[in-house]
């Protein structure tokens, strides 16, 4: 079952650049998107909620693609400390599947 | 602080024996859950609690067993039926539960390393 799906990266990208990761669901009955971070050994963190019309927290910018069914992340100037795996996060409402179904996530590395 | 407190961090546990894996929020949520995490794997959901006194199977509830007696507390019992328990268990809590419509995050506690040997 493949319901949401994501490149597991790594994405290796020098100090200051700009990356875009995507995910694609496979349900169009999905309600509502996320992105969580996760750094190594350590539990997922909310990073932002994805809004029909797009968001942008500082550095970061979510969008939706309902139509093609698609969430993307972009972060802009990044720092070391962005180094993580980053989980795309799709909720389907109703039964066992309304719970949040996760990607298995992009690993970025930000190099000096 | 408002927060979602699991422990130990780390446990090892022989094979065949049964081992109570805590978790408890304070943050006055109703919904809670058990995830699993392996190596390069996503999470997967073991149960969820949207009220006290209720619960429901997740996709891999089997050797896996729960309650949900008080709000803020939420028990995970990994049987000696669970062929493969070693991983990485995380709880999590939110506001409702998922029969809720609208964006209703997920927050986590750090996790529970569980080996079995």
């Known amino acids: 079952r493949k319901e949401v799906e994501q490149d597991p990266g790594p994405f290796n990208v020098p100090e200051g650049a700009t990356v875009a990761f995507n995910c694609t669901y496979s349900?169009?009955?999905?309600?509502?998107f996320f992105w969580y971070r996760q750094d190594c050994r350590k539990e997922p963190k909310l990073l932002m909620s994805?809004?029909?019309s797009g968001n942008e927290d500082g550095r970061f910018t979510a969008q939706l693609n309902r139509a093609s069914q698609y969430i993307s992340l972009l972060i802009r100037d990044s720092k070391l400390s962005d180094s993580a795996t980053y989980l795309c996060v799709v909720t389907f409402y109703g039964g066992s599947q309304g719970n949040l179904i996760f990607g298995k996530g992009t690993k970025l590395s930000v190099k000096p | 602080d408002g927060g979602i407190t699991q422990s130990p961090k780390y446990l090892f546990r022989k094979e065949g024996q049964n081992v109570t894996l805590s978790c408890e929020q304070n943050?006055?949520?109703?919904?809670m859950y058990w995830y699993r995490q392996d190596p390069g794997q996503g999470l997967r959901l073991i149960y969820y609690?949207?009220?006290?006194?209720?619960?429901q199977k997740g996709d891999i509830a089997e050797g896996y067993s729960v309650s949900r007696e008080k709000k803020e507390s939420f028990p995970l019992t990994v049987t000696s039926a669970q062929k493969n328990p070693t991983a990485f268990y995380l709880c999590?809590?939110?506001?409702?539960?998922?029969?809720?419509?609208?964006?209703?995050?997920?927050?986590f506690g750090p996790g529970t390393r569980l080996t079995v040997t």
């Open positions: 609690s949207q009220i006290v006194n209720d619960f």
């Open positions: 999590a809590s939110s506001i409702f539960g998922p029969a809720t419509t609208g964006y209703n995050e997920q927050y």
């Open positions: 994805v809004y029909s």
């Open positions: 349900n169009s009955a999905s309600q509502s």
């Open positions: 943050l006055n949520h109703d919904a």
